[in-house]
């Protein structure tokens, strides 16, 4: 279990040292039309591949709606499904603003928390909300390890 956790905090490390920076306005598409809040996050290049995929996918239907999201999209990025909900795995790097409340609220589920690195996991349809969290300063989404 160390080994795995430290496997991924230096993957996690290692992978914010060439990081995306993203600036979005994010809003809970769960009906109920927030108002939109501002934050910078940074994302790694396989986060905002993501970001960029689940945009253009959710564009295509009115925010109200469940949000089913493609074949390609599941396979692509390794979405699971539990109980008729998809969730997306990552780690997120987290500062002293950041409020557990706010994140619990959108269904996001804190696992392990390793100093200021966390792993969570993400309601695909609360993605934009994670993104405009408070205190997350970084996401890195889950990614396949393939064997050579």
């Not at 928390?113 to 309601?123: D, E, L, M, R, S």
């Amino acid at each position: 279990m160390t080994k795995y956790l430290l496997f991924f905090t230096l993957s996690f490390l290692i992978a914010s040292c060439c990081n995306c920076s993203h600036t979005e306005k994010s809003q809970d598409n769960s009906g109920d039309n927030s108002v939109p809040k501002t934050e910078t996050v940074k994302l790694s290049s396989t986060t905002l591949a993501f970001y960029k995929n689940y945009k253009a996918e959710r564009v295509k239907i009115p925010p109200e709606s469940k949000f089913i999201p493609s074949a390609a999209l599941i396979n692509d990025f390794h979405l699971s499904k539990v109980d008729d909900e998809f969730y997306i795995n990552g780690m997120i790097k987290v500062n002293d603003k950041v409020n557990i409340e706010e994140l619990t609220a959108y269904g996001i589920k804190i696992n392990t928390k390793a100093g200021n690195i966390w792993t969570v996991v993400v309601p695909v349809d609360s993605f934009n909300n994670l993104m405009g969290a408070k205190g997350i300063e970084y996401i890195q989404i889950d990614e396949q390890v393939k064997i050579r």
